[in-house]
Nanobody, 126 residues
């Protein structure tokens, strides 16, 4: 059973940067693709970025492309989301998740994720 804990959220002014961390324990985390999702106030959870199980391929959605970067450090059982040039519309609770199956490429579909963290709040002021 994989347990995930996110950290690094907070308040920042538009144009600022944050780095979110997702630290795993309790399972074969390094064999699972990992994704970052976000849930803005009053909206549904949406996929933001994903990495394959070995970090060899990554994907970011168009709305954050060029501003957000996902990476993983297997030695630390950690996946990061570096967020630059933040905008007010990036305000949301950010979640990391590990895919249900092992050895997969990045996964964009929420239902394919079995393990979730508790989320970390990111607030971007104008």
């Amino acid at each position: 059973q994989v347990q995930l804990v996110e950290s690094g959220g907070g308040w920042v002014q538009a144009g600022g940067s944050l780095r979110l961390s997702c630290v795993a324990s309790g399972g074969a985390f390094n064999y699972h693709a990992v994704g970052w999702f976000r849930q803005p106030p009053g909206k549904e959870r949406e996929f933001v970025a994903g990495t394959s199980w070995n970090g060899g391929s990554t994907f970011t959605v168009d709305s954050v492309k060029g501003r957000f970067t996902i990476s993983r450090d297997s030695a630390k059982n950690t996946v990061y989301l570096r967020m630059n040039s933040l905008k007010p519309e990036d305000t949301a609770v950010y979640y990391c998740a590990a895919a249900r199956t092992r050895y997969s490429d990045y996964v964009k579909i929420l239902s394919e994720y079995a393990y979730w963290g508790q989320g970390t709040q990111v607030t971007v002021s104008p």
